[in-house]
């Protein structure tokens, strides 16, 4: 968005010539924005958790990023745009494949171009599934705790993106009016900024947690980054436990940054 290639308030047939333009079809209405936040009406879950069935495409090696985007809109439009928050895999990679046609550029240079060089983050920082032409824009990266710090580092100092781009960034998208339809057990009681939540301990949204605060993005298998956007520290658990990861490593994150905010308040 910085750049200037995309927008929030862009919609997807701008982009994708087989999206929908008929104004009768919800599917019109649905915003650049909306799939960040993951209210765009896509539904569909990320088959991470024991039973969970998945988006099938997202896993897909064979096929191309546009073409599971093309399948999602076919297959999983759920709700009205805005009305409801999904958690899921497929409104990133409607996102993504927007990216792409905005930009000519594939996935992996676009990363490599916006994020890897300017940050110099190790090669061990990829997207790993499905693959190179359908990259699992959701959850698909590998990386370390060390790259990662460089990430968190850089949106601390304010080196990364733009101020409008980091407010917009952080800000609430999931206000009252949104329905949860599917959330994550570790999030209740938080809500949803764009690709990452908004943190509220207590497990209840109040409004002490409207401002400037925790931005988290827990990973299934317990890779927990967070980013106190207010005080600007930072934090990073780097672990692989198969099932129910963030579980474990959330509350550890969360007792970590407690002690660094009672440090940091110390006189």
């Known amino acids: 968005m910085d750049e200037g290639a995309l927008a929030l308030s862009d919609s997807p047939q701008r982009y ?36 969970d069935e998945g988006v099938p495409c997202v896993e897909d090696a064979n096929t191309t990023l546009e073409a599971c985007a093309q399948n999602i809109y076919e297959g999983y439009f759920s709700f009205e745009p805005g009305s409801a928050f999904f958690y899921g895999p497929t409104h990133l990679q409607v996102a993504a494949a927007m990216a792409q046609a905005a930009t000519g550029e594939g996935w992996g240079a676009l990363f490599e171009r916006l994020l890897r060089a300017p940050l110099a983050l190790s090669r061990r920082t990829f997207y790993a599934a499905a693959s190179p032409s359908n990259p699992r824009a959701a959850g698909g990266a590998t990386s370390t705790a060390e790259d990662y710090a460089r990430v968190l580092t850089a949106l601390a100092a304010r080196g990364l993106l733009s101020e409008a781009s980091r407010e917009a ?3 609430d998208h999931t206000p009252s009016g949104v329905a949860l339809e599917s959330i994550p057990a570790v999030a209740a009681g938080w809500r949803y900024a ?8 207590g497990g209840a949204y109040v409004p002490s947690c409207e401002g400037p605060g925790v931005l988290s993005s827990p990973g299934a298998f317990g890779f927990y980054p967070w980013l106190d956007a ?17 579980s474990v490593t959330v509350p550890l994150g969360q007792a970590w940054y407690a002690r660094a905010l009672r440090a940091l308040e110390a006189p």
């Open 169 to 171: 960034l952080g800000r």
């Open 16 to 51: 994708l010539p087989w999206w929908t333009s008929d104004a009768t079809d919800p599917r019109s209405r649905v915003t650049l924005e909306q799939l960040l936040s993951f209210t765009s009406g896509l539904s569909g879950s990320d088959g991470l958790a024991p039973g």
């Open 194 to 201: 764009l690709g990452c939540w908004r943190e509220c301990l």
């Open 230 to 246: 207010a005080r600007g520290y930072w934090g990073v658990v780097a672990t692989r436990i198969p099932v129910r990861g963030a």
